[in-house]
């Protein structure tokens, strides 16, 4: 799966692209451009003043609790912030659980914005292709970060290998609506899902024993996988999920300066310097 970008936004953001080539040129790596929003792109994006960014708490790839401060950090956070400040607004993060609760927040205008959502997934019926996300409302950006998922498997677990999990008898943890859950959901004969909320959640269920593995990022796993003594990480694998920042659809203005902004995170060396900075391991900017 590759990340995709609308030619409609491309077509839109091309000026605007033109116009800060040499800005481009001038900064320093880790540094993004500034430009200004338009009008319109300014109250589709963060209406009275405000943008609201839901943030997806319960996966670490996107942004965990400071344990000391209890403030929320990460990826997700620091694209956030780099938004509200090109866009002159002030920043409210929106703490959500899981992809169900951030595609919910969109519906009810709870936020403006959600980090990340798959470009290529259909939040209602859970199918991949090509923007996917915009048959079920949603209007994304290209993906702004690829994470390597794999397989912890418990203790005395037949699984050896990324590429041998579909056994009958076995049942795979999963986040419900992550990327693993719409990857394993859609090719399964045999081993079975059991679905929790968010990736911390489907991990209990390893450690209560109702799962024979949890399927999730590479970097979930290794902050993890000494709570289940015995417990082993799969080599390799088995997939890779991509990460966009979506919106609502119908707003062509702010997914056009949306999508300018994210490819300058990328371009400037700006969005590879948060996932260090984070910490993460197997995520890299696709």
Aim: glycine share 10%.
């Amino acid at each position: 799966m590759r990340a995709r970008v609308l030619p409609t936004a491309l077509a839109v953001i091309s000026p605007l692209f033109a116009a800060c080539s040499a800005d481009r040129a001038e900064r320093p790596a880790g540094t993004a451009m500034r430009s200004g929003p338009s009008p319109a792109a300014l109250s589709q994006l963060a209406p009275g003043g405000v943008l609201r960014a839901g943030i997806n708490q319960g996966n670490p790839n996107n942004a965990k609790r400071d344990p000391a401060s209890g403030e929320l950090r990460g990826v997700a956070v620091d694209v956030a912030r780099d938004l509200a400040t090109v866009l002159g607004v002030t920043l409210e993060v929106v703490p959500l659980d899981g992809v169900p609760a951030m595609l919910r927040s969109l519906r009810e205008g709870r936020a403006d914005v959600i980090l990340s959502h798959n470009p290529d997934q259909d939040p209602i019926t859970g199918e991949t292709g090509p923007n996917a996300s915009a048959a079920a409302g949603l209007a994304c950006t290209p993906a702004m970060m690829g994470v390597d998922n794999t397989f912890l498997v418990a203790p005395g677990s037949p699984l050896t290998s990324v590429s041998d999990y579909d056994r009958a008898g076995i049942r795979i943890a999963v986040g419900r609506g992550n990327n693993p859950d719409l990857f394993l959901g859609a090719r399964l004969q045999q081993s079975q899902l059991v679905r929790a909320e968010t990736p911390a959640l489907a991990w209990e269920l390893v450690k209560a024993g109702r799962a024979d593995a949890f399927a999730g990022s590479v970097d979930f796993i290794r902050a993890h996988a000494a709570e289940a003594p015995g417990a082993r990480m799969l080599p390799g694998r088995f997939m890779v999920g991509l990460l966009a920042m979506c919106l609502p659809a119908g707003r062509p203005e702010a997914l056009a300066y949306a999508t300018g902004f994210i490819e300058s995170e990328k371009a400037s060396g700006t969005l590879g310097a948060a996932i260090r900075r984070a910490g993460l391991q197997g995520v890299d900017v696709p």
